[in-house]
């Protein structure tokens, strides 16, 4: 039984190829970009509520797009709706660079271009992933989507380092510029497939048309589809109880020190964590009970969470504050691996249990949780930090994270026992 990185999806598969390969380059792109207009926008400002409504501006089209983007997936060709997208989101990207290359002042100029780029992004993200269950085999699909893990938690730490070399050497225009050409091999992974319309529904049809209805009828399976349902619910009490990145600039500032280089660095440490365990992920995809699978995995992000906490209660008093930095590093590669493990669980489940011709909404409904529920998450550690302190918020929102999830695999003990053999929603 392989221990590393499954890459027979690569070795195998000349489509999926093309498309990881595209779809990997321009998430580093994205990474840069999302750094860079952070900057920018500081910038032009220097305030960081300004910095703080690109988050809104990125919200909003996202939760809508994201919704309305799965009914289009599943009523038209997913190439087609694919290539749309991302050709939207390459619009966006050179127009982020015209901006720069002639001295853009107006920071409404780049929320603009931020809603733009997310609500494509929204549509390209559910085609890309209802697109590899019908390119891949079902046993593939666990060994896919720790590739996709990796690339992801790799263009997190590739991206933002990007950002900074080139925003330093060459200025905004070099780092939106870059961002606009390498994420021209989404659009080539996307061409090169072949057409893939949609297969016909229960009743024999896909979907008469895009739209509300069709949003609704992909929220009625998720409410007769527990184990699919299981995915987000999980996912959700993960993000929304325990969310640590709210917490870093008060841990760079005022508790480990170190100021903008520890958030940095506590950022980093997740996506290393992440990528450490997809480099060690090929034994995954032998992994049956995917749903007790999904479950551990959130329990070690809660119980990390609460040791990050510890570790920020330690500090200055029990242990210095270097190393008390450590083990919160340490405590936050833990949290990034286990949610990244429980990332290719909840994907592989939501691609296998679910229709072909129901995979694009609920992929939309994915995005939506994936983007809404960290975001919920920092507003109610926030709110929660001013009453009991950062160190606290964590430790508590920790424990809190692994009750909850004790209480839903009690009341789903079905998802417990998910056979990835016999995929039932």
């Known amino acids: 039984m392989p221990l590393l990185l499954d890459l027979a999806p690569l070795r195998e598969n000349a489509p999926y190829r093309r498309l990881y390969a595209g779809f990997t380059l321009s998430n580093v792109g994205s990474q840069l970009a999302v750094v860079a207009i952070g900057l920018q926008v500081y910038d032009l400002t220097g305030s960081t509520a300004a910095v703080g409504v690109v988050g809104l501006c990125a919200l909003v089209p996202l939760v809508v797009m994201g919704l309305y983007g799965g009914t289009l997936v599943d009523h038209y060709d997913r190439r087609v709706v694919g290539l749309v997208a991302q050709s939207v989101a390459f619009v966006a990207s050179i127009a982020c660079a015209l901006q720069a290359w002639v001295g853009n002042t107006q920071v409404w100029v780049l929320y603009l271009l931020v809603a733009l780029w997310n609500g494509a992004f929204a549509v390209s993200s559910p085609a890309r992933s209802s697109i590899y269950p019908r390119i891949l085999r079902r046993d593939q699909l666990p060994a896919a989507n720790a590739l996709s893990v990796f690339a992801m938690n790799a263009s997190m730490t590739v991206g933002p380092l990007l ?26 992974g996307l061409a090169k497939l072949p057409a893939l319309p949609p297969e016909p529904g229960e009743e024999g049809v896909a979907p008469s048309k895009p739209g509300l209805r069709s949003v609704l009828d992909g929220f ?24 640590p990145r709210v917490l870093f600039p008060a841990a760079g500032a005022v508790i480990f020190g170190g100021g903008a280089k520890t958030v940095g660095a506590l950022s980093a440490a997740a996506a290393v964590g992440g990528i450490v365990a997809m480099f060690f992920s090929g034994r995954l995809g032998h992994v049956r009970r995917q749903g007790l699978a999904i ?8 119980f990390a969470i609460a040791g990050f906490g510890a570790a920020m209660l330690a500090a200055g008093d029990v242990l210095s504050r270097g190393t008390a930095l450590w083990f919160g590093l340490v405590a936050m590669a833990v949290a990034g691996a286990s949610d990244s493990v429980s990332a290719v669980f909840r994907t592989t489940i939501l691609q296998s249990a679910t229709p072909d011709h129901l995979r694009g909404r609920l992929q939309g409904v994915f995005i939506v949780v994936v983007a809404g529920g960290p975001r919920l998450g920092e507003m109610a550690g926030g709110f929660l930090s001013t009453g009991v302190g950062e160190a606290w918020t964590a430790v508590i929102g920790g424990m809190a994270c692994v009750l909850a999830i004790v209480v839903l695999a009690r009341l789903q003990p079905g998802f417990l026992r998910y056979d990835a053999r016999h995929p039932t929603p």
């Open 163 to 188: 950002a900074g070399v080139l925003v330093d050497s060459g200025g905004f225009k070099a780092a939106y510029t870059v961002d606009a050409v390498i994420t021209t091999a989404a659009l080539w």
């Open 220 to 243: 009625a399976f998720l409410a007769t589809r527990p184990n699919v349902r299981m995915t987000f619910v999980a996912d959700i009490a993960a993000m929304l109880l325990a969310q």
């Open 295 to 302: 479950m551990v995995s959130i329990v070690g992000w809660g």
